[in-house]
């Protein structure tokens, strides 16, 4: 089985190489990284400048490591088109500092670079910690690897993306593992500022004020010590809204009557 592992904090992430550490055994592991911190970054691909791969040092002995000059979903790109040319079976992007729940998808580099793999028919991962400061990686990456090992018994291939967030407990303390769906966050975006002596200049704050407490939703499990995994897919297309399918005809007819 061959492994992409990627992600958006980085290719010295610890996330990263612990993720790796827990991979190695599960099969042939290759990393293809951003060569710098890129969250929030989403589905973005880099179409207006070159990009560079770099082949780097390896933190673990006979892992191939390669540094992207681009955006997480650049490093998968590359990966499939230029590092791994032979085949991946599975991507796994991650383990994120921090969830990626809700409407955090839209927004996640990590949840970013699985959507390439899924975009390529590869089975992928987004896997992420429920904390911002020193999360429990290893909770994370053996949750992570047993998702791995099960895919690779089971023969999986094609599309599928699973989000999964890992409450940030030792794995004694975890409470279960719901499949769910996308929670609601409600956002507040602020606006920081600052003057560099001669310019003022802005930075985007973008924090949640409050999130639903919903069964079944990814933001439920996490705040009940359960490891939520979410399938992902990716018509988007709100075909049921009632509201849309009244203003197609009337604004039909609209138009129509103008000629």
Known sequence: MKILVTNDDGVNADGLWTLVDWLKDTGDVTVVAPDREQSGVGTSISFHHPIRLTKIHEKIHGIETYAVEGTPADSVIMAIKVAMKDGIDLVVSGINQGPNCGYDVFLSG???????????????????????????F?????????IAAYIKEKGIKGKMLLNVNVPDLDMQDIQGMDVTRLGEKI???GIGT?????????????????TEDVS????????HNRISVTPLRFNRSEYSTEFVHEMAPALCKRLLSKK
């Open 110 to 136: 990590t949840v970013g670079a699985a959507l390439q793999g899924f975009f390529y028919s590869i089975p992928s991962i987004a896997i992420s910690m429920n904390s911002f400061t020193s999360p429990k």
């Open 187 to 189: 956002y507040s975006a």
């Open 194 to 210: 600052g003057n560099d002596g001669r310019h003022d200049y802005y930075w985007i704050q973008h924090r949640a004020v409050d």
């Open 138 to 146: 290893e909770t994370g990456a053996r949750v992570a690897m047993e």
């Open 216 to 223: 079944g939703t990814d933001l439920w499990a996490l705040k």
